[in-house]
């Protein structure tokens, strides 16, 4: 895995960190949380696990790739630099090759889910994957990456119902709001960096006071959204208890970053224990 000369390290860990394994509690949860909605409760044992294989496939997909194909601008990321591909602990070549095996899983789980999932399984490999380069061209891959967030309930409900309801839509524009407004936290810690190496993101677009405005904005239209949903799936109240446990969260989250725009990374670790918020008031929604 490691290219000649590169200091030798566990290999399992390594895997991890290349792999960020930490940050599958991004989505995870929202994934889980819309597969019980999807299945009107408990789903099977079978399309859980194929689901989970898929989302995490998919996930590791779009991780691998990124890694080789953002290794020149990493290099020159203060934040990125000590990256595996980057110094040679991992290489180019396995990079690739993890990339590969990981959308074969994916195209296998979803052959094994339905045929309107296989079909669509081209589409998610192209936003998993060419979020990579837009960022070269476009500062809207801030907002194609809160596309990539939104995919999750619309693939969920495609693999449980073969269907996309309205419902199903609804979610699917809420994470794309919510993963929108926290990708712009995550591009306001990375402006320099970016302006350095001529990429592009929203913040520098916009610049940074008004990234700032955006975020609370996002968040709202994403809760409200998610309310929707709820009403839509006809959810009970701890489902509702848990959005507004969520916004007087995400209002922390907005006034904190509104004060000190420069703590970004830590604003943007707090998108993990919302989204497990969320999946205990699906939970719960249910034992209700």
């Not at 030798?8 to 889980?32: D, Y």
């Not at 060419?130 to 500062?139: A, E, L, Q």
């Not at 794309?176 to 677009?205: K, Q, V």
Request: glycine content about 8%; charged content about 15%.
């Amino acid at each position: 895995m490691s290219e000649p000369g590169a200091p030798p390290r566990n290999w399992a860990v390594e895997l991890g960190r290349f792999l960020e394994i930490q940050n599958l509690g991004l989505n995870l949860p929202f994934a889980l949380a819309f597969l019980l909605v999807a299945a009107g409760g408990a789903p099977t044992v079978r399309a859980t696990l194929l689901i989970v294989v898929a989302f995490v496939a998919a996930r590791n997909a779009g991780h691998s790739f990124n890694r080789w194909a953002d290794r020149d601008l990493d290099a020159r990321n203060p934040r990125t630099r000590d990256r595996a591909v980057v110094t040679g602990r991992i290489s180019t070549r396995f990079a690739l090759g993890f990339a590969a095996a990981s959308a074969s899983v994916l195209v296998i789980a979803a052959y094994l889910l339905n045929p309107i999932a296989l079909l669509l399984v081209p589409v998610a490999l192209a936003l998993v994957l060419g979020y990579s380069y837009s960022k070269r061209v476009s500062p809207l891959t801030t907002v194609l990456l809160g596309v990539v967030e939104s995919v999750t309930p619309a693939a969920v409900f495609v693999a449980i119902q073969g269907t996309l309801p309205v419902s199903a839509l609804v979610a699917a524009a809420a994470l794309g709001c919510w993963g929108t407004a926290f990708e712009t936290i995550h591009s306001l810690g990375d402006m320099d960096a970016d302006r350095s190496a001529g990429t592009f993101s929203l913040p520098l677009s916009l610049g940074a006071p008004s990234a700032v405005r955006l975020v609370p904005v996002l968040h709202g239209i994403a809760l409200g959204l998610l309310a929707l949903f709820g009403a839509l799936a006809h959810r009970p109240w701890p489902y509702f208890v848990a959005v507004g446990v969520m916004a007087v969260w995400t209002a922390s989250i907005d006034r904190d970053l509104a004060r000190d725009p420069s703590q970004t990374r830590r604003l943007f670790r707090r998108h993990f224990g919302l989204s497990t918020v969320f999946l205990i008031g699906v939970i719960f929604s249910y034992i209700a």
